[in-house]
């Protein structure tokens, strides 16, 4: 008997490491060819997504990466085909930056000193308790407002938030399969 079998050939075109923050996107360009004239549809997955991220793959050159899942690429031993891994990290439930820093109200100074003027015609009443009563009831009022203080969730806590991708540096494995035959190539992805 005499015949070649089928193969393909699976390789990163450019960089096999990338770090990303979560929230972002992370890109692998990929290079698949026939061997020996191979043509034919490899199916591309991937494993070792890191929590909260999920994998997916673009098909032409510099196209955005859809829904998560697996993907076929159609090959020939006569041209190239490229796909794009994408790692998508988890976000996080709200802005980080707009939970950290509560909004300057312009306001602020002038609420704050009305809130220290306000009581001193009181003290002049004979009932100095109802004076000092009045004071402390404007103080704790008036001055948070006027100081712009807010809390927001997480704002407080070094925990990150629910949905990110945690830090870490993690493999991905792209895998390339073609009737009985399986190629892969590994990804090292940073999460900062």
């Known amino acids: 008997l005499a015949g070649a079998a089928e193969d393909f050939s699976i390789a990163v075109n450019g960089s096999s490491s990338v770090v990303v923050t979560s929230g972002e996107t992370a890109s692998f360009a990929l ?12 199916t591309l997955s991937c494993t070792g997504a890191p929590q909260n991220a999920t994998c997916s793959f673009g098909l032409a050159q510099n196209e955005m990466c859809p829904a998560a899942g697996a993907a076929t ?15 998508a990290t988890g976000l ?9 820093a509560a909004p300057e109200q312009p306001w602020g100074r002038d ?8 009581p001193l015609p009181f003290l002049a009443f004979r009932r100095r308790r109802t004076a000092a009563l ?9 001055i948070p407002a006027g100081c712009g203080v807010a809390a927001s969730p997480g704002s407080g806590g070094t925990s990150p938030p629910q949905n990110a991708t945690p ?19 590994a990804l090292d992805l940073t999460v900062q």
């Open 134 to 142: 009045l004071a402390i009831v404007a103080a704790i009022v008036l």
């Open 31 to 42: 290079q698949l060819s026939g061997l020996g004239g191979t043509s034919g549809i490899v």
């Open 111 to 118: 609420l704050s000193l009305l809130a220290m003027v306000l």
């Open 73 to 87: 690429v159609p090959i020939s031993g006569a041209n190239t085909s490229t796909a794009n891994v994408c790692i």
């Open 92 to 100: 996080a439930a709200a802005s980080t930056s707009a939970q950290r």
């Open 167 to 185: 830090p870490g540096a993690y493999v991905i494995t792209a895998t390339g399969t073609m009737s009985d035959v399986t190629h892969s190539v």
